[in-house]
């Protein structure tokens, strides 16, 4: 499969392709692929990286109504290992696609330090879905799953992705590290029995080299049932 020069900008096929090798991955009745594609230098993936020039384009997106965040696996093309990656694009009021799929074109990265003090939400709440994921060493299938079937990606207002553009600095180089949590809570199976669930879940944080502590952001639904 050809991959196409422009940083950051996938084509439709390899986009299919690899939203395929996620649900794939998720539903195997093996974790080991999720796990290899999470995994570098014997520690889980903390975050993912998008420049700020790559979240300028996709906001400037005329017609955009709502962000949609895809989870994928990518093959590196130095090592042919599959990578978890995410896959952002526009979407309009009919949610209709709008934009092309964006992904950071360096989208495989070391883990990122613990949040910082501030955020949009409360600093604490934040910090305990970081760490529980920090925590984890082992990936399993049902961190993944929804009650609706496995978990494709989340679905933020575009405000969300707005919102974080407020606090670059001109000249300053920024990115937009899509951070990764652990939310836990309890949800009623189909008989009412109270179960304790653990999802996957996004945090969105403004970075640059002069002030690393922009405020984050999760305010984001689901796929499904917002695919």
């Given amino acids: 499969m050809s991959t196409i020069t422009f940083p950051g900008i996938i084509t439709n096929e390899q986009f299919e392709n690899a939203t395929e090798l996620w649900k794939q991955a998720v539903n195997s009745s093996s974790a080991s692929a999720l796990q290899e594609s999470f995994t570098a230098g014997g520690q889980l993936l903390a975050s993912v990286k998008l420049p700020a020039a790559q979240l300028i384009s996709l906001v400037s997106t005329v017609g955009l109504y709502r962000i949609k965040v895809k989870f994928g696996l990518l093959t590196d093309d130095t090592t042919g290992q599959l990578h978890f990656a995410v896959i952002l694009y526009a979407a309009n009021t009919r949610d209709e696609r709008i ?104 945090v969105l944080q403004l970075s640059s080299a002069t002030q690393p502590t922009e405020p984050m952001f999760d305010i984001s639904m689901p796929c499904p049932y917002t695919c």
């Fill in 99 to 202: 934009s092309s799929y964006y992904t950071n074109a360096t989208y495989w990265g070391a883990a990122t330090p613990p949040a910082p003090p501030t955020a949009e939400v409360p600093s604490s709440l934040a910090q305990v879905w970081l760490n529980n994921w920090q925590e984890v060493t082992q990936l399993s299938a049902d961190m993944f799953m929804t009650p609706l079937g496995a978990l494709e990606g989340y679905t933020f207002e575009a405000e969300d992705f707005i919102r974080p553009l407020a606090h670059l600095q001109p000249g300053v180089e920024s990115s937009l590290l899509v951070r990764f949590g652990l939310h836990q809570y309890y949800q009623p199976t189909p008989d009412g029995t109270d179960v304790a669930v653990r999802t996957f879940g996004l």
